[in-house]
């Protein structure tokens, strides 16, 4: 069902905490489906130096927020908002379809700790971001 990459990064998640003082934090996600991911970001010269999650949820959040920081880390900010739920999926060598929602869920993460370090900068996030969905639509639990 699950692919070895998945397993191994939730068995073995990378980069899990917080980093405190953190220049950008976004949460999303839906508690009462029980996907909630949290990322922190350090951002040094408009490159990602440091990133780290907390997710609350299946072993495939965790994965997915596992494998996005991966994916980020050490990157500028203009590659890390090019990063797709799809690219996630990709990287995991795949998820089952009633798992995508957790890709969705790890590419808003990063992009509302974007959005946190821009307003934090005094900038408006949203031209540059875009919209950031904080909550989970998309899963099959049927709680909105």
């Known amino acids: 069902m699950y692919s070895e990459k998945v397993m191994d ?3 073995h998640p990378r980069n899990v905490g917080e980093i405190e003082n953190a220049d950008g934090v976004g949460e ?3 508690p009462k489906c029980g996907d909630v991911m949290k ?3 350090k951002i040094d010269g408009g490159n990602i130096s440091d990133v780290k999650f907390k997710t609350f949820g299946c072993g495939a959040a965790v994965a997915t927020s596992s494998i996005a920081t991966e994916m980020i880390k050490g990157k500028s900010i203009e590659d890390a908002l090019k990063l797709t739920n799809r690219a996630v999926v990709e990287a ?3 998820l089952p379809p009633v798992k995508l ?3 969705v869920l790890a590419e808003q993460a990063v992009k ?3 959005s946190d370090y821009y307003r934090k900068q ?3 996030p949203e031209p540059i971001v875009g919209k950031v969905e904080d ?7 049927g709680i909105e």
């Open 112 to 114: 509302a700790a974007l």
């Open 135 to 141: 909550e989970c639509h998309a899963c099959e639990c």
């Open 39 to 41: 990322m922190y970001l």
């Open 9 to 11: 990064h939730f068995s």
């Open 28 to 30: 999303v996600g839906n």
């Open 92 to 94: 995991l060598d795949g």
């Open 101 to 103: 929602h957790c890709s």
């Open 122 to 124: 005094g900038v408006d």
